[in-house]
């Protein structure tokens, strides 16, 4: 297939996908196993885990990243171009939209019904999609006792790099270990990365912070988003945290209100939770506001992984890197597994959402069944559902 065949059939993907994965990055990278593993075949499960972990050891969005990374695999540089930015368009442009009748009416088009139909379905997509993963990476005791471990360290609390970190080097330290080795130095080491990496969310909202407080300029706007995109790790809320420091208790840019509106916006939209900045753009600037935040969160996620992504392979080739690999899979499957228990608590609240759940996971054990069509499906669901209330 020619270099321009396989950019079209990357931006068809991820168009569609960006358009229909609701339901944050797990779902997202569940979504994206089911197209590109098992129906295109252009990665094996093994590969894909590679690839999801490297990207919870960069900033950014995570889901995003993922989309790049497979870009790139597939087509090069053009790739991780056209399918980062096909996936990333469709949620800009409903935020675009959603931000336009927040202006214009000063309320939110309502789409509660049709989120209580797909959500119940991603939870689905990710208990299926999870169950994959995990039979593929999770064949050995070491990788089930890392994921297992980490699994009780992020429901205790526990920050979300620490986790993928310290099994990362927990694996490591195992592979390094024998008796002419002794792990006391791989221990003391561990130990004293941990520390430091405690301390990155404080260092991060503090460097933040250096932006001097100013009246509101498009510049300004740029550089904020720039260094959230290039700082922030971790899940959507603590997004909310930086969102919430500068722009409504430092500078007085948004209201509260506003800023909740924003999220809310966020999360009901397909695709990366990080198209609340093009909300907050738009409120702020306009459309020149909306792109400028939009290129500034999302501008990080390709450099990282234009220069990540060639080590990958690279660090699997390694006995010693490819154990530190294992670990952060086993600790990446242990924070879907999470997510997955967090949203279904949300998410199947009565009999007709389990009901829908139920049928959702038995279609996608049954059947060959797009999980895409099962969003579809889910969704009108919920409208029907309302309709008989």
Not at 201 to 217: D, H, I, K, M
Not at 271 to 296: C, K
Not at 374 to 384: I, N, P, T, Y
């Amino acid at each position: 297939m020619n270099r321009g065949a396989l950019l079209r059939e990357l931006a068809s993907l991820f168009l569609r996908l960006g358009a229909l994965s609701f339901g944050g990055p797990a779902a997202h990278n569940a979504l994206m196993r089911t197209e590109v593993v098992h129906k295109r075949g252009w990665l094996t499960d093994a590969e894909f885990l590679d690839l999801m972990g490297a990207t919870n050891l960069i900033p950014g969005p995570n889901s995003t990243e993922l989309a790049i990374h497979i870009g790139h695999r597939r087509a090069g540089r053009a790739g991780l171009l056209v399918a980062g930015a096909c996936f990333i368009l469709p949620a800009v442009l409903i935020t675009l939209a959603f931000a336009w009748a927040y202006v214009r009416f000063g309320a939110l088009p309502r789409v509660a019904a049709l989120l209580d139909g797909v959500k119940p379905v991603i939870v689905a997509v990710v208990v299926h999609a999870l169950w994959g993963m995990s039979r593929s990476a999770l064949k050995r005791p070491r990788p089930v006792v890392l994921a297992a471990a980490s699994l009780v360290a992020v429901l205790a609390g526990v920050n979300e790099l620490l986790v993928l970190a310290g099994a990362g080097l927990a694996a490591l330290a195992t592979r390094l270990s024998s008796p002419g080795r002794p792990p006391g130095a791989l221990l003391l080491g561990l130990g004293g990365f941990l520390a430091a990496a405690s301390r990155l969310p404080a260092a991060a909202v503090a460097g933040a912070a250096e932006l001097a407080a100013r009246p509101f300029a498009l510049p300004s706007l740029f550089l904020f988003f720039l260094k959230v995109g290039s700082v922030l790790f971790g899940s959507g809320y603590v997004l909310i945290a930086f969102l919430r420091a500068d722009l409504v208790d430092r500078w007085r840019w948004l209201t509260e209100s506003q800023l909740l509106d924003a999220v809310a916006v966020g999360q009901v939209t397909p695709g990366p939770l990080f198209s609340t900045a093009t909300f907050i753009g738009y409120l702020l600037g306009g459309v020149p506001g909306a792109v400028l935040a939009t290129l500034g969160i999302f501008l990080p996620a390709f450099v990282f992984v234009a220069l990540s992504g060639p080590l990958v392979p690279r660090l699997r080739r390694s006995p010693t890197a490819g154990a530190f690999l294992d670990g952060v899979v086993a600790a990446s499957l242990a924070l879907m597994a999470a997510v997955s228990w967090q949203i279904g608590r949300s998410a199947v609240r009565d009999a007709p959402s389990a009901v829908l759940a139920a049928v959702a996971l038995a279609l996608l054990v049954r059947t060959r069944v797009g999980s895409l069509w099962l969003v579809l499906g889910g969704g009108l669901a919920g409208l029907a559902l309302q309709g008989l209330g």
